[in-house]
């Protein structure tokens, strides 16, 4: 385990904080800390979340899931999951559009959304506990927008940076996940009326369970559990792609239905 220079959390932080609220873009940390492991850049994730709660008076309210498909990790040439903590001030709320200017470069994403019956507490979660706690489903659409110049990061500088989280849109309608089998509904994404991309919901780790149980087992590496009745995001499942003012987006997902966003 390497020990990082006293004070280089701190400066990551505010490096970080200041770029997502200035809007401008910053190069990887790993560029000048290349020993920064992953242990420090979820601490470092952490103390970021807990200034931006501060600073805009919000809360923490559910975890997202990061680089969980196979799209994803080639898109970003990072090979590994991540997760990322989701708070109530970046939600987009139906209806409500996306002020594209308010981001650096953003890039929308289709993904589901779960919500537990019951807290999950690892290590060992198996996928069918997983599966067993997830009482409801939903489409839902993340915006990312990496704070570092074109998207270019390792997989430490993208924990550090809250895995790109900048806003993400959740339909209003859970629908109970009893008999559906989230790993084949199938989901299109679709951009001003044209298909971008399809998927089923196997593309995120084989099953969306197998991504919770992943995200309860990596918690608990850090002393703690996945809560009950909080969104978790599960991960693109396609590619990403760019957004611009005027572009509608939309994720259906089968037996979920669908949610749409609309960027000014
Ligand atoms: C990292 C975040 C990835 C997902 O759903 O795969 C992510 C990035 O692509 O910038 O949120
Ligand atoms: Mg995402």
Avoid at 59 to 87: C, D, F, N, W
Avoid at 115 to 142: C, H, S
Wanted: charged content about 25%.
């Amino acid at each position: 385990m390497t020990v990082a220079a006293p004070g280089a959390i701190e400066e990551a932080v505010r490096t970080l904080f200041e770029a997502q609220r200035d809007r401008k873009e910053i190069e990887p940390l790993t560029d000048a800390w290349a020993a920064l492991d992953e242990r420090t850049s979820y601490e470092i994730q952490k103390k970021l979340v807990a200034k931006q709660v501060e600073a805009e008076k919000t809360r923490i309210v559910g975890l997202k899931l990061g680089l969980t498909s196979e799209a994803k990790q080639k898109q970003m040439s990072v090979h590994e999951p991540i997760y990322g903590i989701l708070i109530d001030s970046r939600y987009l709320g139906e209806g409500e559009p996306l002020v594209v200017s308010s981001l650096i470069h953003p890039k929308i994403e289709p993904e589901i959304c779960v919500f537990l019956n019951t807290p999950l507490k690892g290590p060992g979660v198996t996928a069918e506990q997983a599966r067993k706690a997830i009482a409801y489903a939903t489409p839902a659409m993340e915006v990312i927008d990496s704070r570092y110049k074109n998207f270019r990061f390792t997989l430490t500088d993208v924990i550090a940076d809250n895995t790109s989280a900048a806003r993400y849109a959740i339909a209003s309608r859970r629908i109970a996940a009893a008999g559906i089998d989230l790993k084949t509904v199938g989901v299109v994404f679709e951009k001003n009326g044209e298909v971008v991309t399809t998927a089923a919901g196997a593309a995120i780790l084989g099953d969306p369970a197998n991504a919770v149980a992943w995200l309860a087992n990596k918690v608990a590496e850090h002393g703690e559990s996945v809560a009950a009745n909080a969104p978790i995001m599960a991960g693109a499942l396609t590619d990403a792609v760019n957004i611009a003012p005027g572009d509608v987006v939309t994720v259906t997902v089968a037996q979920l239905g669908s949610l749409t966003v609309r960027c000014v």
